[in-house]
């Protein structure tokens, strides 16, 4: 894949952005807060950072990239559309039935989908066994794993950080969607784990902490991690839930619920996108 | 009564199950200073908000951490306390299932384990937030208790035995659509004890949860086809009503069981276990036939899956074939 610049790879995000509204208010179902808060990271990993490519998704060197709050796929998948993994056209079937989109990813039906997750807690443990085989096979390919704050609730997310250290996975670099968020209320309502920082660090990870919306800083951040000799990589993104819809952003309400007809207008028009799919309003 | 009367019964949707086990646990909460409620950032969605709302004092969000949840509802039962879990059917089951076994079944800790989203009605979630597997699991613990109730009369009424009367482990499956009401306030329910609710003398339809209502319209349906269809309501999994199983086999020597769960090690299973011991008679299975489900709405997931009326009937008029004469 060519690598964009910060410009491009932020145009890239405005499209993802929607993209995922429009796919999301047609399902009428699925997580927008949580994909937008992901949004700018998976651009700069699906634009920029990793090794892939559309023609050949299981290509053995390709990079990893396993969405562990799967959740927030919508973002994935417009990520994976753009790059021509899938027509964009496509993202109109989410989560209806006998489409590809499945409402959590599903590994078996769409190529590009690394890991099937929505069972939080699960996903650094199979990034930790990719980036073992990369070992193992002698191979260069890195893993990325991109976990929620509220994720991080879970025991297996630090068995997983403990083993990765102790064995010096340093083909492994996850990246925390820190949007201080979980389902039910703020983290600081439900199970604040401040200081998060701290924790990576004493569990053996390099650790940095970013502006998990400004590109620049995210490109350096991949850059950074891609250096670190020795451990495993914790970016510490600090998000905003709902990032680049000014009524979403910060508001747990769009969590898991879709927009209405009205709100889906005013975040259109706040994406600057007429209404409609492109290719839709041609026919 | 004409055929065409009595071919149309009306379905009228009630509450989800998960609102009314919301609604009752709420109720329950002023009855029983003992009761402790324990969600894994799910409060919203499996109604324990409601209680959390009523009873700050006696409500932890314990975040996204299934299995401390039950270690640490074990814990509290040992010193009194009647700790209830909630969570999605398969993350509550399957993540906290070695402490379910250790904890409650082992130690035999009085912890109730009440889920919302069983079966695959979650919808639209898709796979990762269904459930088919709860029942085989939890009826494998000794000690457990597993229940199923399929609106929300028998859901209220057994929230309240099963939480309030009941000593020992249990397990109760809630779902996420709204239900069809199956009873009225006045009908009675006991644990472990199944409801007849209709009469045949052909085939047996044994049915549990949001199938109960399917097996109603198929008892209707068979009825234009000439099938007498007896049709039984199973709320408790376990300890299961043998004695109604072997009785209704007895009458119509020939059992269809329909439930919204894998067709391995549910109520499939169990009544054929007691079938084979007891009074072997055919039986066909209405269930998840071994597969995962999909993203979809919840009605065309169970007619993609066959869970609906017209499988009850394909399975009643084959398993009336199979009969010895
Ligand atoms: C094991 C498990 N428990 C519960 C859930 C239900 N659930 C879906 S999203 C979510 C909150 C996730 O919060 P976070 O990781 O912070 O992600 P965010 O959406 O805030 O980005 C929960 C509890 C789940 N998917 N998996």
Redesign the pocket.
């Known amino acids: 894949m060519k690598k964009l610049g910060i410009r491009e790879i932020e145009e890239k995000a405005l499209l993802m952005r929607r993209e995922i509204i429009r796919m999301i208010h047609k399902a009428q179902s699925g ?1 927008p ?2 994909s937008l ?2 949004t700018d990271i998976l651009a700069a990993l699906f634009f920029n950072e990793m090794k892939h490519d559309p023609k050949n998704p299981s290509w053995e060197d390709r990079d990893r990239f396993i969405f562990s ?1 799967g ?2 796929v919508p973002a994935l998948y417009a990520a994976l559309a753009l790059n021509g993994y899938l027509p964009v056209s496509e993202l109109m079937t989410l989560r209806q039935i006998n489409s590809r989109l499945q409402g959590h990813p599903d590994r078996r039906v769409l190529p590009g989908v690394e890991a099937s997750t ?4 699960q996903g650094l443990s199979i990034g930790v066994g990719h980036a073992l085989a990369s070992r193992l096979l002698h191979k260069k390919f890195r893993t990325y794993v991109m976990l ?4 991080c609730n ?1 025991g297996q997310v630090w068995e997983a950080a403990m083993f990765a250290s102790f064995h010096k996975l340093d083909g492994l670099s996850a990246i925390l ?1 820190y ?1 201080k ?3 039910d209320n703020s ?1 600081k309502v439900v199970l604040d784990m401040h200081p998060m920082e701290e924790k990576w660090r004493a569990f053996g990870w390099a650790v940095m902490e970013i502006n998990g919306h400004n590109m620049g800083e995210i490109l350096a951040a991949f850059e950074w991690a891609r250096n670190v000799k020795g451990s495993p990589q914790m970016i510490v993104a600090h998000t905003v ?1 709902g990032k680049g819809v000014s009524f979403m952003e910060h508001n747990n309400h769009f ?2 619920v879709p927009p209405t007809d009205s709100e889906f207008k005013a975040a259109m028009a706040e994406l600057g996108e007429p209404l409609g799919h492109p290719e839709e309003m041609k026919k | 009564m004409t055929m065409t009367q009595t071919s149309k019964i009306e379905k009228k949707n009630g509450m989800a199950t998960r609102d009314a086990y919301g609604k009752a646990l709420a109720e329950l909460g002023a009855k029983n200073p003992k009761i402790i409620v324990i969600d ?3 409060s919203k969605s499996t109604k324990t908000c409601f209680f959390g709302e009523k009873f700050p004092e006696r409500f932890f969000n314990f975040g ?1 951490g ?1 299995a401390n949840m039950i270690g640490a509802a074990s814990g509290l039962a040992a010193n009194g306390f009647i700790p209830v879990c909630s ?2 059917a398969c ?1 509550i089951m399957c ?1 906290g299932y070695d402490q379910m076994r250790m904890a409650m079944a082992y130690s035999e800790m009085n912890v109730k384990v009440i889920s919302s989203h069983g079966g695959i009605s979650v919808g639209e979630d898709g796979v ?2 269904q459930s088919i597997e709860d029942f085989a699991l939890a009826v494998s613990m000794p000690k457990f208790v597993v229940l199923n109730p399929a609106d929300e009369f028998s859901t209220r009424a057994l929230v309240f035995q099963s939480v309030d009367q009941h000593v020992g482990p249990v397990y109760m499956r809630t779902g996420r659509p709204a239900a069809p009401i199956i009873y009225d306030a006045n009908q009675k329910f006991e644990m472990g004890k199944g409801i007849k609710l209709r009469d045949g003398k052909d085939v047996t339809i044994v049915a549990t949860g949001l199938l109960v209502w399917e097996a109603l319209v198929a008892h209707e349906q068979l009825k234009e086809k000439g099938i007498s269809a007896s049709v039984v309501d199973i709320h408790t999994l376990k300890p299961l009503d043998q004695d109604l199983i072997i009785r209704e086999a007895k009458a119509t020597g020939a059992v269809v069981t329909a439930e919204e769960h894998s067709n391995y090690g549910g109520l499939g299973s169990l009544v054929a276990e007691t079938l084979t011991k007891h009074f072997p008679v055919p039986q066909e299975y209405v269930a998840v036939q071994d597969t995962y489900a999909e993203s979809g709405k919840p009605a065309e997931l169970l007619i993609k899956y066959g869970l609906t009326s017209k499988e009850i009937v394909q399975a009643a008029e084959k398993v009336t074939k199979r009969k010895r004469l």
């Open positions: 997580h807060g949580s808060s992901a709050k959740h927030g929505g069972s939080l807690g929620g704050d509220g994720e879970e969607d949007n968020f979980q389902l983290v839930k969590h898991g | 894994g950032d799910l996204i299934e969570s999605f993350f993540k990762s937030q």
